[in-house]
């Protein structure tokens, strides 16, 4: 089952994308319920944060294994390959790239196997800043320092202590991590979910009827008929074993939640810190309408994500609120490279005018964000060539001017619009004939979190976990480094041993019918499962 390598991204530009989600993560402890194919659904609720990669892992309580492969959900997995993936506890992430390229080996979750016969499969939602320092620990141990991601580092590092029980491992580890990390990990017996102290990105706990769910957004709980329990504490480890659930605290709490969680990352279904996300963004749009009026005959989103704020500045505004451009439904990752003619259409593959609605009229368009201004550029474009009189751009988030290093990848500073031009000048860029961004202080009213609980660093530059030199952080500051630090520092001593974060490192098979499946040690038979 061949692979496209290709980015796949919700953004209406491929040659210019916006902010890339997160990574989404899922986990599921439940004895006698089809794990694997709840994790799946997890994930499918999950997509819009990842769209690169997917994977599960599963323990039957002798072995674990992992399936993952490039691609969406419901391209990695079928019938077949989930019902190989048969045990009580289940680990899934649907990957978007922050650390490490999109190519399969940087594919979740990660399998690492101990000297004592334990199998840890993590999946990871974030982005560590200390990732650098950590190759080199993992070399000075002796560790494969060749990983170029994060994730693989850390869980390399929690397999390399055999004298300790995973749970002992994690809490000696997670405090030496620094930046954003939502973990949902998994051995034999147990499953594990821990956050960062800050608690940057969400990380949700829910209830089966006979059993324990975590995920990233509350939309996953509600998509498998789990309850909502309560968010994972900054700074808190989660076991979920046949015991029950246990709690251990591995750092104080410092609550600093990624507030373009509530702009743009998060589904509109989802309630983070008790405030629901559709909510916020309509109350988003209704601020602006107030800071930005205008006189206008019809306000339309910018699909999808510009929908609620749109609701809400019509609302607010009393202009007529309407459909103005149409979204392809079925635009996603595409293995057919378009002939130089269509690419030259650029946005029109994905988006079409309603000219009736739109002719004539003196247009508000709005939008979530605006990263290179590319898509903002080609929607104004469009909607002047379908007859609009005027077209007016609101955007509901402040200017977008620092790039983030916590598992949002952005564009680099440098390509950001905002970095170079004020408003006027941003204006003019995307031909606008006004543009307004709610204020920082009204996006975070809307948010009804306290400015202090939340991190803004994309938006006024204040960073809340300190970041490393220029040259010891971003996103492929792994590749080649890990290596370089095994060769130069290492010490003597065996590796740990891998138990394949899937194929064999020394060559990936090129074959259509390729088996994406890897096992750690007792989980072999499930490779040869009908």
């Given amino acids: 089952m061949p692979r496209g390598d290709g980015l796949l991204t919700h953004d209406l530009d491929p040659d210019g994308p916006g902010p890339q989600d997160a990574c989404g993560v899922f986990g599921v402890w439940a004895p006698g319920e089809e794990v694997a194919k709840l ?28 399936y993952k492969d490039l691609g969406l959900v419901s391209q990695v997995f079928d019938e077949a390959s989930l019902a190989s993936l048969w045990g009580h506890i289940a680990v899934g992430h649907c990957r978007y790239s922050t650390t490490g390229g999109p190519g399969w080996e940087n594919a979740q979750p990660t399998l690492r196997s101990t000297t004592a016969g334990t199998t840890i499969a993590l999946a990871h939602n974030g982005n560590l800043v200390n990732a650098v320092e950590l190759a080199h620990r993992a070399a000075k141990l002796g560790l494969d320092a060749g990983a170029t991601n994060d994730t693989a580092l850390v869980t390399t590092l929690l397999a390399s202590r055999p004298d300790l029980s995973v749970e002992a491992a994690a809490l000696e580890l997670l405090p030496t991590l620094r930046g954003a990390f939502s973990f949902v990990f998994c051995d034999e017996d147990t499953l594990y979910a821990a956050r960062d102290p800050q608690g940057i990105h969400p990380l949700v706990l829910g209830r089966l009827e006979r059993g324990w769910v975590v995920a990233s957004e509350t939309a996953a709980l509600d998509i498998v008929g789990a309850s909502v329990v309560r968010e994972v504490e900054p700074g808190e480890l989660l076991a979920i074993d046949e015991h029950g659930l246990r709690s251990e605290r591995f750092a104080n709490p410092e609550p600093k ?18 405030r629901n996300v559709y909510a916020t963004r309509v109350e988003i749009g209704r601020r602006l309408a107030q800071e930005y009026p205008v006189e206008a005959d019809l306000v339309i989103p910018s699909p999808e994500s510009g929908t609620p704020a749109a ?3 019509a609302d607010e505004s009393g202009i007529s609120y309407g459909m ?19 690419r030259q259409l650029g946005i029109r593959l994905k988006l079409n005018p309603l000219r009736e609605q739109i002719r004539g009229k003196r247009v508000v368009v709005v939008d979530d964000s605006i990263v290179r201004g590319n898509t903002q550029r080609a929607i104004v474009r469009m909607l002047r060539e379908a007859g609009a009189l005027e077209v007016h751009v609101r955007i509901a988030s402040p200017p977008v001017k620092w790039p983030c290093f916590y598992g949002i990848d952005f564009a680099t500073r440098a390509e950001l619009l905002a970095n170079g031009l004020d408003t006027e000048g941003i204006r003019r ?21 306290p400015r202090n609980r939340l991190c803004r660093a994309c938006f006024d530059g204040v960073y809340p976990v300190e970041l490393p030199a220029d040259t010891l952080v971003g996103k492929h500051v792994l590749e080649g480094i890990g290596r370089r630090a095994d060769s130069s520092t290492a010490t003597s001593g065996p590796p740990a041993a891998d138990a394949g974060a899937g194929r064999p490192s020394e060559a990936r098979p090129q074959a259509a019918d390729a088996n994406p499946v890897s096992a750690g040690p007792g989980g072999a038979d499930a490779l040869r499962r009908p």
């Avoid at 499918?44 to 039957?60: F, K, M």
């Fill in 39 to 66: 994790t799946y659904f997890g994930l499918y609720a999950l997509q819009h944060r990842g769209q690169e990669a997917a994977g599960i892992a599963v323990s039957d309580g002798s072995g674990v294994v992992v």
């Fill in 257 to 274: 939640g990624c507030l373009f969680e509530y702009v743009y990352l998060a589904r509109p279904d989802t309630t983070i810190a008790g």
């Fill in 311 to 313: 609701i809400g500045y």
């Fill in 324 to 342: 103005g451009l149409v979204k392809n439904a079925y635009v996603g990752r595409t293995f057919i490279q378009p002939s130089q003619t269509i």
């Fill in 429 to 449: 860029s995307v031909g606008a004939d006004t543009l307004g961004y709610v204020s920082l202080d009204n996006l975070i009213a809307a948010t009804e979190q």
